[in-house]
């Protein structure tokens, strides 16, 4: 089972923000930003690339989601940036599909 889906069952702690029926949001172990979340749905998906026309919602869930932490936090208004990791040249280093939740400082690098 994966570090994500142990998180989700209960496995491994974690440092939650926020949670549904459907997902789960923490805290980034190593965070890159003052304010760094993952957001992940409960139901493991390994890959942005697996997402497909049955369970596109999932990436518009989860956006919505960053969206209400990002007022929770604070950030809003600030700005934030989300980001999805697909494969090795991403650098996606959990595969689990997460989307990163970065914000409380400027942003470096543009894409
Ligand atoms: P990726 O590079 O796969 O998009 O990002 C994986 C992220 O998960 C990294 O930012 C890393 O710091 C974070 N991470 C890895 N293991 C754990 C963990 O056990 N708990 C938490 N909270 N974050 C983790
Ligand atoms: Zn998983």
Do not use: W
């Not at 496995?11 to 029926?21: A, N, S």
């Not at 304010?35 to 919505?64: F, R, W």
């Not at 600030?78 to 970065?102: A, K």
């Amino acid at each position: 089972m994966c570090i994500f889906c142990k998180i989700v069952n209960g496995d491994l702690p974690c440092d939650k923000v926020y949670e549904d029926e459907k997902y789960l949001a923490f805290k980034d172990i190593n965070p890159k930003a003052p304010i760094h979340i993952l957001i992940i749905p409960k139901e493991h998906i390994s890959y942005l690339s697996d997402v497909d026309e049955e369970n596109k919602h999932i990436i518009g869930d989860m956006a919505l989601i960053a969206n209400k932490i990002a007022e929770d936090f604070g950030i809003h208004k600030t700005g934030y940036r989300i980001l999805i990791n697909n494969g090795p040249d991403s650098g996606q280093e959990v595969f689990h599909l997460h989307m990163h939740l970065l914000g409380g400082k400027k942003m470096v690098f543009t894409a």
